[in-house]
C-alpha cells in the first residue's frame, strides 16, 4: 500500500500506486517525479524482468540459507546480572558442562522399589544409554534423593554431550520412546527437560494457514476478485520468504535493551518490513502491470453496478461516521479514552517471566513430567537456585558453603537445601536451594530478591565469601528484570525519533504529539489485556508470567503499524486541508477516503494474529492475543474514533508549528509535487 497513492479519491479503476492510468500502455502521461515513483514505474514497465528477478533472488538466499544451514547461534548472556556473573564463574573453573540433561520420571503407585519394577526399569536405562547424544544415565536407584519420600515417584538422570538447543528431535523422540517401553502395568513413564519440551513444539502451519486464509478472505470481500486479492498474499509470501532465507545472518540487535537474545528477533523484524517496501516498489507494480486491465474492467464495471443499483458512494459510511463524531468530538473521546485507559491499568501489575514445561500443553510429555516432579517432590523441584560460593581468600568453599546451607534450610520460602558440592577449584562450591514455590510463581521471585539482598549478604559478612544467586529460575528473573529496566530508554529514542520524523512530514506539532499518546494508548491496552488473561488467568486460560520479551516485541511491532496508520489517515487529511482550507471536511474526506482500507488492513492483522491462539504455546498465544487486541483497538476505537475526534478538537491549530522549529527541520513530502 503506498502512502502516496490517491486512486480511492479519483476512481476505483486504478489499478495502483503510481501508476498513473488504469492499465499498461498508457504511459505517454506524466508520471510523479519522486525517487519511489521511479522504480516502481520501472518495475511496471519491465514486469516479466522483475519478477524473474524476485524468483532468482528468493531461490538465491534460500540456496545459500541451505548451504550454511540452521546453526542459530543465539546470545542469552546477561551482562552485569548476578545469574550471569554465577554461570562465568564455574565455567571459569570448570564447573560448566558442555551438554544438558533429561529427566526420565517415572511413577508407581505399588512403589519404585518394588523388585519387578527396579528390573524393567534398570533394563530399560541401560538401553537408553546406547541411544545417540547420551553421554551418560545415572539410574534413580543409585541416588537416594533421587526418589520421591512417598516411593511412587522417581527419576533417573540421563546426561545428554549437547546442549538442549542443539539436540536434534528425532534422537530426543528415540530416547522417550526406549524409556515408554518399559510403562505398563501400573508404570508411567515421562521425559522432562528443555530438550524434551521440543518435542512438544509444532511448526505452526495450521496457525499460519488459518491466518493467510482469513486474510484472503477479507481480500476477496473488499476488491472482489480473487485474483486481486492474491496479489497482496503473493508479494506477502516473496517478501517473508525472501526474509526468513536471510535470518541466518541476523547481526543487529535492539541496542538500547543491551539482550543478545533479541538480536535475530530485531533485524527479522527489520528485515521483513525492508523486503516488503522493496516488494512493494518492485513486485507488486509489475504483477499489476500483467494484471492491471483486467482489473481496470472489473473494477470500473463493478462501480457501475454499483451506482445502477443506487447504492451510496464509496466512503459514505466513514463520511457518516466522521460527522457524527465532529458533532460531539469531546464525548467520543471521552468514552474511547476512558475505556482504553481503564484496559490500561492491569498492565502496571504486569509480572515477566519465562513460560517453563508448567505452562506446556497438558498432552505433551515434558508437562507430564512436570506435574509429576512436582507431585513427588514439591513444585519448587522444577526450578532449583543455585547459590554459587566463591571463597575470595582462595581456600576451602566448602565451610563458606556450608555456612550458607544452614542458613538457606532456615529461610522461609526454601523447602530444600543440598549438601555443599565442589568443584575442581578449591576455592569456589556450589549450594542447590529447592524454593517451596514453582518457578513461575511470584513466590519464587520474591524468594530470588530476599536471598541476594539481604539473606545471602548476611552470610557473607560473616564468612568473608561471595555469594551468586544463579540457575535458569535466578537468570529468568534476572532477564525480566532487565527488560523493566531498560524498557523506559527503548520506548524514549523510538518515541522521540516517530516526533521528529513526523513533525517533519506534517509541519505540525500537535499532530506528533496526538500520534505518540495515542499509540502508547492501544500498546497499554494490548499489554493490560494479556495481562488479565494470561497473568490474572480470565477467561480459563492457566494463569502465569507474561513472557519477558514480549512487551519489547509488541511496542516495537505495534507502534511501527499505529504510525503507517497515523501516517496514511493523516497524510489524505493533510492533503485535501492543503487544497481547501477546510479543516472538518478535511477530516471527513481523510477518513471517507482511507476508512475501509485502514479497517479492511486492521481485520486482516487482526484476523492474521488472531490464528496464534490456534497453537498450542503459550508464546505464541500470548503474541497472538496481544497484536490482535493492539491493532484492533488501534485500527478501530483510535483511527476510526478517536482521531476524528481530537482533530476537530484541536481545528487549524492542528497544522501549526513555530516558525523557528520549521526552519530548522527538514521538509518531507508524501504527496506527488
Not at 278 to 296: M, V
Not at 539 to 567: Q, R, T
Request: proline share 5%; charged share 20%; aromatic share 6%.
Amino acid at each position: 500500500m503506498s502512502l502516496t497513492d490517491k486512486s480511492p479519491a479519483r476512481s476505483s479503476g486504478s489499478p495502483g500506486p503510481g501508476s498513473g492510468s488504469p492499465g499498461p500502455g498508457s504511459g505517454r502521461q506524466p508520471g510523479p517525479v519522486g525517487g519511489f515513483a521511479r522504480i516502481a514505474a520501472f518495475s511496471h514497465r519491465r514486469r516479466r524482468l522483475a519478477l524473474v528477478l524476485w524468483l532468482v533472488v528468493m531461490a538465491g538466499v534460500w540456496a545459500a540459507a541451505t548451504t550454511a544451514g540452521d546453526d542459530y547461534r543465539e546470545d542469552f548472556s546477561l551482562p552485569g546480572t548476578q545469574s550471569q556473573a554465577a554461570a562465568d564463574l564455574l565455567a571459569e573453573h570448570g564447573a560448566a558442562r558442555a551438554g544438558d540433561t533429561v529427566q526420565i520420571v517415572l511413577q508407581d503407585q505399588g512403589g519404585l522399589k518394588d523388585p519387578a519394577v527396579q528390573d524393567r526399569v534398570g533394563r530399560m536405562l541401560a538401553e537408553v544409554a546406547g541411544q545417540p547424544h547420551v553421554e551418560s544415565v545415572r539410574s534413580l536407584y543409585e541416588d537416594a534423593a533421587a526418589i520421591a519420600p512417598d516411593g511412587t515417584v522417581g527419576y533417573a538422570t540421563v546426561t545428554l554431550d549437547v546442549p538442549s538447543k542443539e539436540m536434534p528431535k528425532e534422537d530426543s523422540q528415540k530416547i522417550l520412546d526406549t524409556a515408554r517401553k518399559a510403562a505398563g502395568d501400573g508404570l508411567q513413564v515421562e521425559l522432562g527437560g528443555e530438550a524434551a519440551r521440543l518435542l512438544g513444539k509444532g511448526a505452526g502451519g495450521a496457525a499460519e494457514g488459518a491466518g493467510i486464509l482469513a486474510a484472503l478472505v477479507i481480500l476477496v470481500l473488499m476488491f472482489g476478485t480473487v485474483i486481486a486479492a492474491g496479489l497482496p498474499i503473493i508479494t506477502a509470501v516473496f517478501a517473508v520468504g525472501s526474509t526468513l532465507g536471510a535470518i541466518i545472518l541476523a547481526l543487529l540487535g535492539l541496542v538500547a535493551l543491551g539482550l543478545g537474545s533479541l538480536q535475530g528477533m530485531a533485524l527479522s523484524v527489520a528485515l521483513t518490513v525492508l523486503v516488503t517496501m522493496a516488494a512493494s516498489l518492485t513486485l507488486l507494480p509489475a504483477l499489476l502491470g500483467i494484471f492491471g486491465e483486467r482489473f481496470a474492467r472489473q473494477f470500473t464495471a463493478r462501480d457501475a453496478k454499483r451506482r445502477a443499483k443506487g447504492k451510496a458512494p464509496e466512503g459514505t459510511v466513514w463520511r457518516n461516521l466522521a460527522a457524527r463524531v465532529q458533532r460531539r468530538p469531546l464525548a467520543a473521546m471521552l468514552v474511547a479514552g476512558v475505556a482504553l485507559g481503564a484496559l490500561c491499568l492491569p498492565a502496571f501489575d504486569m509480572r515477566l517471566g519465562f513460560a517453563d514445561a508448567g505452562s506446556d500443553a497438558p498432552k505433551t510429555t515434558s508437562r507430564k513430567a512436570y506435574d509429576l516432579l512436582s507431585d513427588g517432590f514439591g513444585p519448587g523441584f522444577n526450578g532449583p537456585l543455585i547459590v554459587v560460593v566463591d571463597d575470595l581468600d582462595g581456600g576451602n568453599a566448602q565451610q563458606a558453603a556450608e555456612s550458607a546451607a544452614v542458613v538457606l534450610r532456615e529461610t522461609p520460602g526454601v523447602r530444600a537445601v543440598s549438601p555443599p558440592i565442589p568443584t575442581k577449584h578449591s576455592g569456589v562450591a556450589t549450594v542447590i536451594a529447592f524454593p517451596a514455590t514453582s518457578p513461575q510463581d511470584e513466590g519464587t521471585s520474591r524468594l530470588v530478591t530476599d536471598l541476594r539482598d539481604d539473606v545471602l549478604p548476611q552470610v557473607s559478612e560473616r564468612s568473608g565469601a561471595r555469594y551468586l544467586v544463579g540457575g535458569g529460575t535466578a537468570a529468568a528473573e534476572d532477564y525480566s528484570g532487565k527488560v523493566a529496566e531498560r524498557m523506559p530508554l527503548f520506548m524514549a529514542i523510538v518515541v522521540g525519533l516517530s516526533l521528529v520524523l513526523l513533525m517533519m512530514v506534517f509541519r505540525s506539532v500537535l499532530i506528533p504529539l496526538k500520534a505518540a499518546v495515542l499509540n502508547l494508548l492501544s500498546i497499554g491496552a494490548a499489554l493490560g489485556a494479556i495481562t488479565l488473561v494470561f497473568q490474572e488467568g480470565w477467561f480459563g486460560v492457566e494463569p502465569g508470567p507474561i513472557e519477558a520479551y514480549l512487551p519489547v516485541m509488541i511496542f516495537a511491532v505495534v507502534f511501527g503499524l499505529s504510525m503507517d496508520y497515523e501516517i496514511f489517515l493523516v497524510s489524505r487529511i493533510h492533503e485535501e486541508w492543503t487544497k481547501t482550507k477546510d479543516h472538518a471536511l478535511s477530516v471527513r474526506e481523510g477518513l471517507g477516503h482511507t476508512g475501509s482500507v485502514i479497517s479492511a488492513a486492521g481485520a486482516i492483522m487482526v484476523a492474521v494474529f488472531g490464528a496464534f491462539m490456534l497453537s498450542s504455546e503459550r508464546l505464541l498465544q500470548q503474541t497472538g492475543f496481544g497484536m490482535a487486541v493492539a491493532i484492533f483497538v488501534d485500527a478501530v476505537v483510535i483511527r476510526l474514533l478517536i482521531v476524528p475526534a481530537a482533530m476537530q478538537l484541536m481545528g487549524r491549530r492542528t497544522w501549526w508549528m513555530p516558525a523557528p522549529l520549521a526552519r530548522i527541520l527538514p521538509k518531507v513530502n508524501l504527496e506527488k509535487s
